[in-house]
């Protein structure tokens, strides 16, 4: 009894001090006009604010290493790595906020062209011809306990943003 004891208190030690990262990302969109067919499709929104918090939040964990993009951000940086060499998606905590349907969550930038990205439920894409998205086909998950899409209907439908996290191996995927 005594040696199982010890055993758990170790693997809980070993869990405790191991560090773990958190990225967050989300842009104010100012006003983005998106091509759409014969007509373009206006978008607004300011996520600044939500992913501020959840960044915030993510900073208060003892073992967390909490990073967040506001402004500017491009696909290449979406899918780069971190400085001890992870993926930055595939960070252990991870939160999206901006437009987002089943397919995809999206950024811009003050409406500017070239930070227009996104996630992709497939693989990379410019996705409706304009947003430069990472594809989770291409992503490996395994190191994320949460992943949290905060975008409308990114987890509408059977095949989503959520269920796609899930197979590439993320703990928890979740939609707000």
Avoid at 61 to 71: E, G, P
Avoid at 160 to 167: G, I, P, Q, S
Wanted: proline share 1%.
């Amino acid at each position: 009894m005594i040696i199982i004891c010890i055993i758990i208190l170790l693997s809980l030690t070993t869990n405790v001090f191991a560090e773990r990262y958190a990225y967050s990302a989300g842009t104010n969109w100012g006003t983005t006009i998106v091509p759409s067919g014969s007509e373009n499709e206006e978008y607004t929104g300011d996520f600044t604010t939500n992913v501020r918090n959840s960044w915030l939040h993510y900073s208060s964990i003892s073992d967390v290493t909490a990073s967040l993009s506001t402004s500017a951000f491009t696909k290449t940086y979406l899918n780069g790595t971190l400085s001890n060499g992870l993926k930055r998606l595939n960070s252990n905590i991870l939160f999206f906020n901006g437009h987002g349907n089943s397919e995809g969550i999206f950024f811009s930038h003050q409406g500017d062209p070239r930070y227009a990205t996104g996630i992709y439920i497939g693989n990379d894409i410019m996705y409706n011809g304009y947003f430069d998205s990472v594809g989770l086909n291409n992503i490996n998950m395994n190191n994320v306990e949460l992943v949290s899409f905060v975008g409308c209907f990114t987890g509408a439908g059977n095949q989503n943003l959520v269920t796609k996290a899930r197979e590439r191996g993320a703990e928890v995927a979740v939609r707000i």
